[in-house]
């Protein structure tokens, strides 16, 4: 396939995935924020913090809007622009999508509309309910896609058919409750978490500033910085075990995220590091620039054992006896002989020689792991784009522990009625809300990036996937996309700012 | 209960759940009818407000149903998931255009700073119920036409023209069906302010529309049946899986399985008797007379598309690559575990329909659009 064709692909789905992940976090994290202050005034009969939740629940309706667009587009990408994907594993990843439907995405449709409009049309209770269950569902909803993707990491739970030629569900539960799913599922509602804790914190923090409704935006800071520093402490757990599974399944990642080409002992990680671009595989020249190191944390990160042995890119991609470390050459070798067992089997069956079809079918079966392996073409292209995934991951976690650190000061000033004084901090805490979307947006990319070239972890190779297209198409409908998102997404920007400006008592 | 169960009554289950979604997913697109009637059965601002709030308080239900048919489809017909979004590119592509401009439309149209301004969001709510539903339908459309693609031995899709989809657009019989879901859809969406907002100036003028719209909506719905009942049909054998043409196949199947053309004249009739209601009757509660006629037909038709061995997805580049049920669907494990997930659907269904009584108790009127204390669209 054209490589023009598979990089435009690529290109509109990172667009539309980039556009929704700037949208769905917010989403996850305000729904339960919001859901938070109501039960507050539920509870308390306050009539200030009706106020309040009001005004976040206006700003999540403008935010929710366009995430359900962008998602919707998502959905049907798999089929237009990766329709060979779609048959191969259609029967797999189809599933979680359409348990999503039923589920979580009605619940989430339903009570929206509560939520919004049913303040003077449903008891007090029920619109409460309706509000949790809209948070819910829109997490739930999150839990069934990343699933899907998490499959697409780690791919479990099923069986090659080469009638079909298509990857064929074995076993639902490993498919929905695999670790890597469950991890990547916590550690990305996690970050969602914490956009929606710096957003309501960070809005109000410039409030305080503008001494405007300084009693409410109080009263939101204490509940956006205690969400937002439990779900920091739950962060830093799911991130810990989101890297130990990639240690284990996904090793090449990991090593990408380090820029780790040697295999080490008691590995350290790069607390901070300056990629040497001249950097090759196998060859002797020092990774980095200049590196600041955190002894063992490598080995322990990735194998809970400080005395683990982290394999490098070297050898990942060349071998490594000692260790069992087969090479890239090695499992290319055998992914052919798994696309050439296939090619066999069809023409077995074509002509019904049923030993010729046995025998080739055992093959395949054999040497089925590497089947993806079999459509690369050199060693070294299962290594993904290294300094895209390295300083990607390391702003993420510099982000992630600056905002422990923000979310514990504000917390402790608002507690002790202080944070009035401390300008500096809140214009810190303003500033720290594209600094979430920052590191949301990073982790998204250590993910997908990190994982290339698979579309599907060693069975199939984005360049397969995609479907047989024209380039220019698609190159098309990815201006078009861009340029309809960005025009969206500066009109909602506009419509944030003012709802903003109009304060929390201003109406909506 | 469902592992006992074969491949093939999997694979009929599934189309039977299909073909629910598609027919609910048709009455739901009252939306989008609505949407196209929002300066027609307004004179004043506050008017068509009270037309966008009524709408815009059910739009997600919409875009739900939509996500779970594509999802539903994706899952158990997999390579017709493949085949027609992969292929028909363009078409696909425009009416997602057409939803992503519908999602923002409600929440962003009056909302100061809104960098557009109001009527170009109505304008895209206009273009989302216009354009989009006559795209919809000429997808739909294609079940009966056709489309021009191959299946490799991978199964993969190959596309025949590179208009990637557009050409449907110049085949002039789907117009039947894309015309006659627009007039359908403004008629439901009609019927659903006559039931949804409490002011008399609108549901006189909504009377008159319905009444106008079912005379437009008649000679393609007409068309359109009789087009497809005196058809060539694509129809495969069992045994074979060899697609070959049969003469008036569609009506064929009705004739054969008689429950099926039942489910469609009860559907007609009950949508002509909801608009001999609304119209000469005044009564205001036919959207679920509606609904159900709307449902129960587009049911019938997609069963029928799908059932007695017929092909729902012709191949016209290559007979043998069509799509049945039979050949497009996910392993029987895929249908069985997804089959105990659609066991949640009546509950999903009984709390949708719950809280559509708990907020349409009230209906909408011109006190409540214009209260400050109220959040609006």
Redesign the interface.
């Known amino acids: 396939m054209q490589t023009e064709l598979i990089d435009w692909s690529r290109a509109q789905f990172a667009l539309t995935a980039l556009y929704h992940f700037l949208f769905v976090p917010l989403t996850l994290g305000l729904s339960f924020i919001v859901a938070i202050m109501e039960t507050i005034y539920v509870k308390t009969g306050d009539a200030k913090w009706k106020t309040i939740t009001?005004f976040w629940?206006?700003l999540f309706?403008?935010n929710?809007?366009?995430g359900?667009?962008?998602?919707?587009?998502m959905?049907?990408e798999?089929?237009?622009?990766?329709?060979?994907y779609?048959?191969f594993v259609?029967?797999?990843?189809?599933?979680p999508?359409?348990?999503?439907?039923?589920?979580a995405?009605?619940?989430?449709?339903?009570?929206?509309?509560?939520m919004?409009?049913?303040?003077?049309?449903?008891s007090k209770s029920?619109h409460l309910l309706?509000t949790w269950l809209v948070a819910v569902g829109s997490n739930l909803s999150a839990f069934w896609i990343l699933v899907a993707n998490g499959w697409m990491q780690y791919p479990v739970g099923m069986e090659f058919?080469p009638d079909?030629?298509?990857n064929?569900?074995?076993n639902?539960w490993d498919v929905a409750l695999s670790p890597v799913a469950i991890a990547k599922f916590l550690h990305t509602i996690g970050s969602g978490y914490v956009i929606g804790a710096l957003f309501v914190i960070g809005i109000s923090a410039w409030m305080i500033l503008k001494k405007r409704d300084v009693l409410e935006a109080k009263r939101s800071m204490v509940v956006g910085a205690s969400f937002g520093l439990l779900v920091s402490i739950f962060l830093i757990l799911s991130g810990d075990e989101s890297a130990h599974q990639v240690a284990q399944q996904q090793p090449v990642k990991l090593a990408a995220m380090e820029g780790h080409y040697k295999g080490l002992k008691r590995a350290g990680i790069i607390a901070v590091g300056i990629l040497n671009p001249d950097k090759k595989i196998g060859d002797d020249i020092h990774p980095f620039y200049g590196d600041i190191e955190i002894p063992y944390a490598l080995s322990f990160l990735g194998y809970h054992d400080i005395d683990a042995f982290v394999p490098g890119l070297d050898d990942l991609v060349l071998g490594n006896e000692e260790y069992g470390i087969e090479s890239a050459a090695s499992k290319i070798e055998k992914g052919k002989i798994a696309v050439k067992a296939l090619q066999a089997y069809?023409e077995a069956k074509q002509s019904d020689d049923q030993t010729a079809m046995s025998e080739s079918r055992k093959l395949l079966k054999e040497y089925m792991p590497y089947f993806g392996y079999g459509y690369l073409e050199k060693p070294t292209d299962i290594v993904p784009p290294i300094a895209l995934t390295f300083y990607s991951f390391h702003i993420m976690v510099a982000l992630g522990t600056w905002f422990i650190i923000l979310f514990l000061i504000v917390l402790y000033l608002t507690m002790a009625n202080d944070i009035t004084r401390f300008r500096k901090i809140l214009w810190l805490t303003l500033w720290s809300i594209p600094l979430g979307y920052i590191a949301a947006e990073a982790g998204w990319i250590v993910a997908e990036v990190g994982r290339q070239p698979w579309a599907i972890q060693d069975l199939m190779p984005v360049g397969i996937a995609a479907?047989?297209?024209?380039a220019g198409?698609v190159q098309v409908?990815f201006w078009?996309f861009a340029l309809?998102f960005t025009?969206?997404l500066?009109?909602?920007i506009?419509?944030m700012?003012?709802?903003i400006a109009y304060g929390i008592k201003g109406?909506? | 209960m469902f592992e006992t169960l074969s491949l093939h009554s999997l694979q009929v289950y599934w189309w039977i759940i299909i073909s629910l979604l598609g027919g609910l997913f048709v009455f739901i697109m009252f939306i989008q009818g609505g949407q196209t009637l929002l300066n027609q059965l307004s004179t004043t601002d506050d008017e068509k407000t009270m037309l966008v709030n009524s709408l815009g308080r059910k739009w997600e239900l919409g875009f739900t149903t939509l996500v779970l048919f594509g999802g539903a489809l994706f899952a158990a017909f997999p390579k017709f998931y493949a085949t027609s979004f992969g292929g028909a590119y363009w078409l696909w592509l425009g009416i997602l255009f057409s939803f992503i401009i519908q999602a923002v439309s409600y929440e962003y149209r009056k909302k100061e700073g809104n960098l557009l301004g109001s009527k170009t969001y109505e304008t895209f709510l206009y273009i989302n119920g216009s354009v989009g539903t006559i795209l919809l339908g000429i997808a739909i459309s294609t079940f009966f036409s056709g489309a021009s693609f191959t299946i490799d031995d991978n199964n993969f899709v190959h596309w025949s023209i590179a208009t990637r989809g557009l050409e449907a657009l110049m085949e002039p019989l789907n117009y039947l069906l894309a015309f006659a879901m627009l007039f359908l859809v403004r008629i439901i969406g009609g019927m659903y302010f006559l039931n949804n907002i409490d002011h008399e100036p609108i549901r006189t003028r909504t009377r008159l529309m319905i009444k106008r719209n079912i005379i437009y909506f008649l000679p393609f719905f007409l068309g359109f049946v009789g087009w497809v009942l005196l058809k060539e049909g694509y129809t495969y054998d069992p045994e074979t899986l060899k697609v070959s043409m049969v003469s008036m196949h569609h009506l064929t199947t009705f004739i054969e399985l008689p429950y099926l053309a039942g489910m469609f004249l009860v559907g007609v009739v009950m949508v002509l008797v909801a608009v001999f209601n609304s119209v000469f009757r005044a009564k205001n509660c036919c959207i679920f007379t509606a609904g159900i006629g709307t449902v129960l037909t587009v049911m019938a038709l997609l069963l029928n598309v799908g059932l007695n061995h017929t092909i729902f997805y012709p191949s016209s580049t290559d007979l043998q690559s069509s799509l049945s049920i039979v050949n497009s669907s996910g392993s029987h494990y895929t249908l069985t575990a997804m089959s105990y997930a659609s066991l949640m659907v009546p509950f999903v269904l009984a709390y949708i329909a719950y809280v559509w009584y708990a907020m349409d108790r009230v209906k909408i009127t011109q006190e409540e659009i214009t209260s400050s204390d109220e959040h609006h669209y």
């Open positions: 009001k629940m206006t309706a403008i929710f809007a366009i359900v667009a962008t998602g919707l587009i959905e049907f798999f089929g237009t622009n990766w329709a060979n779609s048959w259609g029967d797999i990843f189809g599933a999508l359409a348990v999503e439907g039923i589920l995405f009605f619940m989430e449709s339903a009570f929206f509309a509560v919004f409009f049913g303040w003077n049309k449903v029920f309706s058919n079909t030629v298509r064929e569900m074995a639902f069809k479907t047989h297209i024209d198409n409908s078009l309809l025009v969206l500066i009109a909602e506009k419509i700012l003012r709802q109406g909506h």
